[in-house]
């Protein structure tokens, strides 16, 4: 296998509030909900880096495509890292994603390895790191 991993698909529980919340609140790129035709259908595509997408589509809907059982949240599964290129930069990304409705799970502080981290979730209790890792830093 080739590593072409091309979406990231999370279960939320409502569309319309996790839209708002990266689109409005975040500011991530997206022309919103699309689907609506099919059902179990409705979508949002979220634009991130190289032609990787972040595809939000509800619980009940993502576990029928599937074909598996919906069960509970369970944030501790994984984590989206978002790493920025500075400490200061990782404090902004934190005090917007709260402003916009996140809750801080833990402050921004240096890590053990030697960067800057920390955590919030989404409405929907996904995990997210807010990371500077020096020796990970993005292309813009």
């Not at 569309?15 to 699309?34: A, C, K, N, Q, V």
């Not at 200061?88 to 916009?100: F, G, L, Y």
């Amino acid at each position: 296998m080739k590593p072409r991993i091309a979406v990231l698909t999370i279960g939320v529980d409502d569309l319309e509030t996790s839209l708002r919340f990266y689109r409005d609140g975040l500011g991530l790129p997206t022309e919103g909900i699309i689907g609506t035709e099919f059902e179990h259908g409705a979508v949002v595509f979220i634009d991130l880096q190289s032609g990787l997408k972040l595809a939000l589509f509800e619980r009940d809907n993502l576990a029928h495509d599937a074909g598996v059982a919906k069960i509970g949240r369970s944030p501790s599964e994984f984590t989206i890292g978002h790493n920025v290129r500075s400490e200061r930069e990782v404090d902004e990304v934190m005090r917007q994603a709260i402003a916009a409705g996140a809750r801080e799970i833990k402050p921004a502080q240096k890590t053990f390895w030697g960067g800057y981290a920390g955590y919030f979730q989404d409405p929907d209790d996904h995990l997210w790191e807010i990371i500077y890792n020096p020796a990970f830093l993005p292309e813009d």
